[in-house]
């Protein structure tokens, strides 16, 4: 691994304000970068992430999802309630090179710390703002969470089948992305003050990172009003994509199926219904059809079988893994993409508390970027940070 000094934003103070997701793995990821971060939360219980549990599972006293969004980072315990606590954070923006905050619209204008107050103190601060839906329209108050953007959004319609009701992609994809979109805000902000000497304020959202998602959906639907979502059989993948772009059942679990012409697929499987299928259009039009008939052939053998026969021949294809499958799977092993973390113990002679999980999934200069460091406890470093910062 390489030094920690060549990092690109080594030397970088962030505060990280914000809480749960989208802000603290935003944050995390500035850190992986080399940017020191600080996390600053509420004495009694800090950040909600912290007792939020995914699956129910925590280590040492914090959720493991906790662990896994927060590693690398320094926590200080402030009320900002508080007059001397507050006085004493707004100390510390003085000294920040960024600051991330995902408190709903007016939390931080109350607090004095919103980008104007914190801009008069530090006018080269890059300040990061992360809300549900933005701070204007009927939108703008409602809960800010991931199942809810998504919803918001559309995007439940497009995934299942025409049977189905909405089905919410499983995983917390509008924090994420608005984490990404966050990072790379900050990122071109510093990269603009390191030249000109002007900071600035980056904002997005749940609703606009879920929107840029679908960018082919909806500029394509803006351009034609005609386009609309209409989902199809119980095999197919994509709602405006053709067959056999779709996932079928084998004899011992599912294969998956990218963009390949019906009758190439015919003619490699033996299966004569489809190497009639020499219209394009046809591909569109009996889309159930090649569904069942291709669904009824790879039943017949394993996932194995039928990726010998298919890979042979250049078909773009793959196995759909459980998470059993995919952990146990060499290729998880040879993208190297775990790391293990390690937390002191907080008193002498107790074991130090380490776990596995991800890494950053940048490699830079053909690097790995590790950070052994694992999430911190609620105001472990509150006095550290003082004495550093007294002045």
């Not at 662990?67 to 100390?91: F, G, P, Q, Y």
């Not at 950070?371 to 003082?386: D, F, Y």
């Amino acid at each position: 691994m390489e030094s920690e000094t060549t990092r690109p934003l080594e030397g970088i103070l962030v505060l990280d304000f914000s809480q749960f997701l989208a802000g603290p793995v935003a944050a995390m990821r500035l850190g992986d970068l080399g940017a020191r971060v600080i996390k600053v939360e509420r004495p009694q219980g800090g950040d909600i992430g912290r007792t939020l549990a995914f699956a129910g599972k925590s280590v040492d006293g914090d959720t493991v999802s906790f662990h896994a969004m927060n590693r690398n980072k320094e926590s200080i315990a402030a009320d900002l309630k508080n007059a001397d606590d507050l006085a004493w954070v707004r100390h510390l923006v003085s000294k920040a090179d960024v600051i991330i905050q995902n408190f709903r619209p007016g939390v931080m204008e109350r607090l004095g710390l919103d980008y104007d107050s914190v801009r008069a103190i530090n006018p080269a601060i890059v300040y990061a703002s992360a809300s549900g839906y933005g701070d204007t329209g009927p939108w703008k108050d409602r809960p800010g969470q991931d199942l809810l953007a998504q919803s918001v959004s559309g995007m439940p319609w497009l995934s299942g089948s025409r049977e189905d009701g909405p089905t919410p992609v499983g995983l917390s994809i509008a924090d994420h992305l608005m984490s990404v979109h966050i990072a790379q805000g900050v990122t071109a902000l510093l990269v603009r003050r390191f030249r000109t000497g002007v900071g600035g304020h980056v904002q997005t959202s749940l609703l606009e990172a879920m929107l840029d998602l679908q960018f082919e959906l909806l500029s394509t639907r803006l351009n034609d009003a005609s386009v609309t979502v209409e989902r199809k059989g119980p095999h197919s993948a994509h709602a405006f994509l053709s067959a056999p772009y779709g996932t079928y059942p084998t004899s011992d679990g599912y294969l998956a199926l990218a963009m390949n012409p019906v009758t190439k697929i015919g003619s490699l499987l033996g299966i004569r219904e489809l190497e009639e299928l020499t219209d394009p259009q046809s591909w569109w039009d009996e889309e159930d059809r090649i569904g069942d008939l291709l669904a009824a052939h790879f039943a017949l053998e394993t996932t194995d079988h039928w990726l010998e026969i298919l890979d042979a021949a250049d078909v773009w294809c793959a196995p759909v893994l459980t998470l059993e499958e995919l952990v146990a799977h060499e290729g998880f092993a040879a993208i190297e993409m775990t790391q293990r973390v390690s937390r002191e113990a907080p008193l002498p002679g107790a074991a130090d508390v380490s776990l596995l999980t991800t890494r950053s999934p940048l490699r830079i200069d053909g690097e790995r970027l590790l950070t052994p460091r694992a999430a911190p406890r609620l105001g472990e470093h509150t006095e550290a940070v003082r004495e550093e910062f007294a002045s």
